[in-house]
């Protein structure tokens, strides 16, 4: 629960490096997908792997589409794959 609660900080700290008229969107983009997931067993690391995977590449994703410097996601790239 506390890596999950770390990435989606990390995430949110991400989007506000995005242009101003589309932080709302990704936010509650964010905040959607980490509330669907919620009721995840902990217990299943793997697949609790794959999403934080998921949540590092899609914010690569975000970030290149903005033209923001990949490096400002090291932090999460730590948390999620380190």
Request: aromatic share 14%.
């Amino acid at each position: 629960m506390q890596k999950a609660l770390r990435v989606y900080g990390q995430v949110l700290r991400l989007v506000r490096r995005l242009p101003k008229d589309s932080r709302p969107y990704y936010a509650k983009y964010a905040r959607e997908n980490f509330v669907n997931y919620r009721d995840v067993e902990v217990s299943d690391s793997q697949f609790l792997d794959e999403l934080f995977l998921r949540a590092y590449n899609h914010s690569l994703w975000v970030l290149n589409k903005y033209s923001v410097d990949e490096s400002t996601a090291n932090k999460l790239k730590e948390i999620c794959c380190g």
